[in-house]
């Protein structure tokens, strides 16, 4: 998942021919949800009237990815070329350009829209925050994000980027090549958590194990800014039961379901028992994410998936919405 290293622009490209609308959900018609459930949406275009029967405002999808355009061509240049750098197939189910993915989630019901950015090399990440600025203040309904790299400016740009307004922030360590336990990036993690800012970070091993991926790393940060609001993307797969453990251990320690359950890396009906379990125990602790536009399905295969593990209409609700809100300062 490499990204450009050219400045960043903001002008959209236009939307690409290859473009094609979202095909309906295979996972609903695979996996039966009980009948004390409310029944899955099929389709997107089903998705905002389901969001209504669970009596939602909306969703809260807190991972989703606007980046500067030069940027997300070469994210999307790399998916492409994903059966060599994965081992399987990952066409971009959303490639269109900004508004048009702006519209996209605003019609499935995200009430705030996150632009999660990243770098993968020191010097990003500063200019990333200033191009993140820059977007959020042309769309209302767009949160303000960052994001970091571990550099000695790191104690600079993190603060600034916060002072300005950001209320969300991104890592991604196997992207980045670098540890979040790494001292340099004490004064930053420092800032966050004296903020409360919510950080989503890609620790995982999974699509691709990293030199730092896994939780330790992560469990060594939170040792020392335990107050920090660590969301750990994916669920932390394929290291599910670890990072559990932290968002068991840690107040503000939560999951997003980003690509979990959805059919791609894994389905409702290979979730292990004991893990449904753990799931069910920590209802107020898994928050919706979608990795929009990034995707290789449909965005209802999320909702489907989740919906599918049979967990309930309330552990949903806290899900789609209640988690979520509460974490983003939407409620």
Request: include cysteine; proline fraction near 9%.
């Amino acid at each position: 998942m490499n990204d450009s290293d050219d400045a960043a622009t903001q002008t959209p490209s236009p939307a690409r021919a290859t473009a094609n609308p979202a095909p309906e959900t295979t996972i609903g018609r695979t996996f039966e949800v009980p009948d004390t459930m409310t029944a899955p949406p099929r389709t997107d275009a089903e998705v905002p009237d389901y969001a209504r029967a669970l009596g939602l405002p909306g969703l809260a999808d807190i991972h989703v990815h606007f980046l500067p355009q030069n940027v997300l061509d070469k994210v999307w240049e790399y998916f492409d070329n994903a059966a060599d750098n994965y081992g399987r197939d990952w066409p971009i189910n959303y490639r269109y350009d900004t508004d048009t993915r702006l519209n996209i989630v605003r019609e499935l019901g995200l009430r705030a829209i996150p632009a999660l950015t990243y770098p993968h090399k020191p010097g990003m990440a500063a200019w990333l925050n200033e191009w993140n600025a820059e977007f959020a203040a042309a769309h209302d309904d767009v949160i303000h994000c960052g994001t970091l790299y571990a550099e000695p400016e790191s104690a600079d740009y993190v603060p600034a980027a916060l002072a300005a307004g950001a209320k969300l922030f991104k890592v991604h360590v196997q992207v980045g090549v670098f540890s979040p336990d790494d001292e340099v990036l004490d004064p930053a993690w420092r800032a966050l958590e004296e903020a409360r800012v919510p950080i989503v970070i890609h620790a995982g091993s999974a699509p691709l194990p990293g030199t730092y991926t896994g939780p330790q790393a992560v469990a060594n940060v939170l040792a020392k800014f335990p107050q920090l609001k660590f969301v750990i993307a994916h669920m932390g797969m394929p290291e599910y039961d670890e990072f559990a453990d932290l968002a068991e251990r840690f107040d503000n320690v939560y999951l997003d379901t980003t690509m979990f359950a959805a059919g791609y890396f894994s389905s409702p009906a290979e979730v292990t028992p004991a893990y449904r379990e753990r799931l069910a125990g920590l209802e107020d602790k898994v928050i919706l994410g979608s990795d929009f536009p990034n995707i290789p399905y449909p965005y209802v295969d999320q909702i489907a998936g989740l919906a599918a593990l049979g967990l309930g209409d309330d552990w949903m609700r806290s899900v789609l919405w209640t988690n979520g809100a509460k974490v983003l300062g939407l409620d």
